[in-house]
């Protein structure tokens, strides 16, 4: 008997009868001796629809007191789920109990729309467990300290589910969602691209922060911070199917360091993403400080930034570049061409959105050496412009102009063998 | 200067469109100057949707567990409208935020799905108000001792308004709805039915309780003990007529004396109700305690009663007759024939599920004699049956035959001459 955290999507979550099915599968594992805590999505499309009806409303201008009603309004899909997850498990015969974050509480901080979560209150939930009861606890929100219901941000819910079965030292978390694991890259743009069936905690990051959007790179983060073991799985497999077979699919996220796994082949997996956009500063001049009086800015405005570029500097100065989430694009450069630029007396402020990233990730990078020359010599091979490029000791990331990025997500999966065993390679 | 509470049902909150009049509705006496505080219903058709899926998910069984979560379900449709006209508001150019009943908090007792409110904590709401802000606050529903969403059962939000009046001691309660006011009685059965311009707090209460649906009978039983002024009116005038000619239409529910009301009527108001249905005991020991015997086991199955009437006694037996909601009837019919029949030594049970109650109202009937009698001539001359009778100060009630509803209210409406002003009468 083991005490397992169930995540399920919104797909999965997307009718009655779909919601009947994720009861099914909760109870036959709560059959099966487990404590059972289950963490749905919002019924597929109704975030999106509660929040159309906002935007309807909406003032044009982002305010705090704004975002505080858009979180308040989208915290009701998880809501809802709950309650109805919790009634189907009933109906299935067991006891179940929901809870909304604010109830747990799920304590986050106050930055409404994309909160961060600070701690959960476990004793709720165990004495429920405890009592032989399932217990649904929605995603995507908790509570701030003011009382004012926040939202984790977009796929928040896997970082809820990680968060909770952190809080709770699961066995493991369960991420059930409508692929069958994590690959080497998107099988939608390599059909050869093959299921890995683990992946390091560190990969896994590498490739959930690069865009292979299967899990919310914060789930990771937690995951690999309190050490919770996590599967993707998928939730189109029936739910009467074996519950060892069930438990033994999908890629189980691992912790194992890199000579426990002498077969890892050297790049594991092909991530990418187009939702960047690319900022440059030009002839900034070249003192201590620079970098932080053009980043603090852009933290302050609540804007997040990816890779980060300082050339050499010519004369005294130097051109900066970093990219932003593409939805931020224009309030960068705004910011960038009125407050920032002239600050730092830069000679021009550039920008482009149509770019996108490239990365590969393998642990097996640590050790062999060669593994970005082989990369940028496919791409060249191909005839792709590298833009910019930024590595850590797991991956190397390019980025290039967004009309290439199938291209070159094919070349490197050839280039580095990803279509064929691990044990093969 | 003042303090005002106004409350819209679900239709006025049926599109973003009519959520944008409502808010420009409140932005126009928020502008003339008074503290708003507003308490909007779920959209219409949403709490039926939310229901409709639950339905749908739920075992066989009502269960407390059960009911915990339809009204954690519930609860959400007044979520979305308070952070969608919070929003509207924004757009209006006004501060607003909105709450849940938990956030405020409205403490209710734990009778999910039918909970009452128990206390209203004013503080935060205050501080808004005072801060300027126009406070959106959900109806129908709060959280019980335990931290569980309850609901108010239909209809809550008309008294989550005016018990919100009541504690912030607001100067005026309007109630928007879909009719100008109160009627004497359903102009759909009585075209010559009239408005009137007010009505004491007594005869609404009897007017609401005995099924004139405008008002739910505990907003009418908060208003009358906190003795909040209260006043129902169309949601359907444009949203920008004069301030002054709206604060003074629909109907105001006051708490004058009947003398110094000299001119009122006899009789004000015509109510009735088919909701119910007729359970007899036939044969039951006329002793101390038999009433109680039979309707303590009612009560405690959460089944609420309304007329009783305990005929005279023949051979220390007698027979023993109530009413109850319609969707009780099963339940109340199972629980006589199972239980308290056989616990009593009943000879027989008795059920009629196609009753209906027609009632006059008036404070004027105080110190009229003959007004019952009059009433039972009219319902005689037109061959109705009479077949419970149950009277007040300020109402007389009867349970006739279902299909003579409409004829008994026609007939009723004309003896007392209520097609005509009240001056005339």
Redesign the interface.
Known sequence: MALIVHKYGGTSMGS?ER??NV?KRVAKWARAGHQMVVVPSAMSGETNR?LG??K????GKH?P??A???D??A??GE??S???L???L??E?L????Y?G??VAVATDSSFTKARIESIDDKRVRADLAAGKVVVITGFQGIDPD???TTLGRGGSDTSAVAIAAALKAAECLIYTDVDGVYTTDPRVVPEARRLSTITFEEMLEMASLGSKILQIRSVEFAGKYRVPLRVLSSFTPWDIDITEEAASGTLITFEQEDENMEQAVVSGIAFNRDEAKVTLLGVPDKPGIAFQILGPVAEANIDIDVIIQNVSHDGKTDFSFTVHRNDYTRTMELLQNTVGPATNASKVLGDPKICKVSIVGIGMRSHVGVASKMFRALSEEGINIQMISTSEIKTSVVIDEKYMELAVRALHKAFDLDQDAAAA
Request: hydrophobic share 55%; proline share 2%; net charge negative.
């Open positions: 009655t919601i009947r009861a509660l009806l906002a309807e409303l909406s003032p305010t007191a704004l505080r009603e858009l308040a309004i915290a009701t809501q809802v709950v309650g109805l919790a009634i189907a009933q109906a015969g006891e179940a109990v929901s909304a604010w109830q009382g004012h219901v």
